[in-house]
């Protein structure tokens, strides 16, 4: 007789799941949802630097494109904020990623145009930013 399908088998197997059963709390992702965020900023901010700075010659955005190609392309980082970590936190395969920047910069080597990232959020100034200003209070004397 076959344990699973058999007398025995149906005695060792629930009726009802609880939600408890059926959702693996390991599964939940609303704590890591900030650094999620925070992740993906930080990744966000490290292929704008390097694509926005790739073809300057000196000063700080020369620094910005060397510090984000060393966090992108440097093979040695370990951390919680690292590229390999970042990248597979996100579900992202880092080699793959970091292949297609590989062929993204020879070809902007060899001078050939490729498309940019963009903003995500545009900053957009549209009036002043000011204090708010104060109600002055009248003082209703006693008559």
Partial sequence: ????????GSIFVPDVLTPEQYYDARRDDSVMAPVKRLM??????????FQNNADA?????KRLFAEAEQWLCGEDGDGPFS?????????IEPSFLRSGLREWRNQQ???NS?????RRSPVV???RISAPTRRSKRVSQAG
């Fill in 1 to 8: 007789m076959d344990w699973e399908n058999g007398v025995l």
């Fill in 40 to 49: 993906m900023a930080v990744l966000e901010d490290a292929l704008r630097c």
């Fill in 57 to 61: 010659k000196n000063g700080s955005r």
């Fill in 83 to 91: 590229f390999d970590t970042v990248c597979e936190t996100l579900g």
């Fill in 109 to 111: 080597l060899a001078g």
């Fill in 114 to 118: 490729t498309r940019r990232l963009a």
């Fill in 125 to 127: 100034r549209s009036g």
